[in-house]
T-cell receptor, first 115, second 111 residues
Framework: KAGVTQTPRYLIKTRGQQVTLSCSPI?????VSWYQQTPGQGLQFLFE???????NKGNFPGRFSGRQFSNSRSEMNVSTLELGDSALYLC??????????????FGSGTQLSVL | SQQGEEDPQALSIQEGENATMNCSYK?????LQWYRQNSGRGLVHLIL?????REKHSGRLRVTLDTSKKSSSLLITASRAADTASYFC???????????FGQGTTLQVKP
């Protein structure tokens, strides 16, 4: 079974631009979560999508948005990039809630650098 | 911040020694999980312990949970150089549906 796939692996943008990151979950997983990881703040929860609906949201400004498609693939978008948005963005998928539902399977991440 | 704390932040040991990492969390939980991350890659799930469990084993891993103290510990026995990585605890709150990660412990195992 293929793992969680994130594209692109690396991205360099300049301040003010916008960026879209993509995530394909493990086949059969319908929940997708996004995390931002920085050396200073650690892993911060961005949002979670399930069946094309945002089920949960972290404390990030409205510049951060996401969506999920009918095939469970997900994208996140960051508009008007700031230097502080430089981070490793991690996507994780999971089965619906249940015995194993809370266990996350992570992709390798997209390393975003904002210049 | 909702994040839990991990202690120590960094740990360096010799191969064959045991490594112990501690984690504290802030909210009531359904379960607590431990993940491992190699050098800026994605996280890999190691073990999950439910709120009604006190101890759990998986291979060389032993996890304990004390819900009265809101704390957990991860013990890696007979460590290997390949265990060098960052280890994160994550507390799952069934009410909010959020998995909140700690700041992590960086473990270096010297050959």
């Amino acid at each position: 079974k293929a793992g969680v796939t994130q594209t692109p692996r690396y991205l360099i943008k300049t301040r003010g631009q916008q960026v879209t990151l993509s995530c394909s979950p493990i086949s059969g997983h319908r929940s997708v979560s996004w995390y931002q990881q920085t050396p200073g703040q650690g892993l911060q929860f961005l949002f979670e999508y399930f069946s094309e609906t945002q089920r949960n949201k972290g404390n990030f400004p409205g510049r951060f948005s996401g969506r999920q498609f009918s095939n469970s693939r997900s994208e996140m978008n960051v508009s008007t990039l700031e230097l502080g948005d430089s981070a490793l963005y991690l996507c994780a998928s999971s089965l619906p809630s249940g015995t194993e539902g809370e266990k996350l399977f992570f992709g390798s991440g997209t390393q975003l650098s904002v210049l | 911040s909702q994040q839990g704390e991990e202690d120590p932040q960094a740990l360096s040991i010799q191969e064959g020694e045991n490594a112990t990492m501690n984690c504290s969390y802030k909210t009531s939980i359904n379960n607590l999980q431990w993940y491992r991350q190699n050098s800026g890659r994605g996280l890999v799930h190691l073990i999950l312990i439910r709120s009604n469990e006190r101890e759990k084993h998986s291979g060389r891993l032993r996890v304990t949970l004390d819900t009265s103290k809101k704390s957990s510990s991860l013990l890696i026995t007979a460590s290997r150089a390949a265990d060098t990585a960052s280890y994160f605890c994550a507390s799952y709150d069934g009410n909010t549906g959020k998995l909140i990660f700690g700041q992590g412990t960086t473990l270096q195992v010297k050959p």
